[in-house]
């Protein structure tokens, strides 16, 4: 055997203090610029979704807006409609098969009070 192959492997030698100060530094400047790039995107998502809710919201108070206006359009509508049923019988008959109108009501003879019969 020659002696290289005698040899013992030898122990990796040790860095120098200078240089894992290095290597502490910058990874703690990697980590600080990750943490850096994770906030503004997440800023950014907040941002953009608040816009699109923003926009969302606005859009359903118009058509809530619409739908109070058709609201008030459809109570007139059924208004006349009653209004027009008084003196036609068939709409009325129209309107009180779909519960717009009640039926009106019939007027049963009260013949108030009525004298006694004869005594028995």
């Known amino acids: 055997m020659s002696p290289v192959e005698n ?21 703690i400047l990697l980590g600080a610029i990750a943490l850096l790039l994770l906030s ?25 807006k619409q739908a109070d206006g058709i609201e008030q359009m459809a109570t007139s509508l059924v208004s006349d409609l009653q209004a027009y049923a008084q003196t036609h019988g068939e709409v009325q008959q129209i309107l009180m098969r779909y519960g717009l109108v009640t039926p009106p009501a019939v007027q049963s003879q009260n013949p108030g009070t009525l004298p006694l019969p004869p005594g028995r």
């Not at 122990?11 to 530094?25: N, T, V």
């Not at 859009?59 to 809530?64: D, F, M, R």
Request: net charge negative.
């Open 40 to 64: 503004v995107s997440y800023t950014y998502f907040v941002w953009t979704q608040n816009n699109h809710n923003r926009l969302h919201l606005n859009e359903l108070s118009e058509q809530l």
């Open 7 to 27: 040899t013992p492997p030898s122990e990796p030698a040790e860095a120098p203090p200078e240089q894992i100060q290095r290597l502490f530094g910058q990874s």
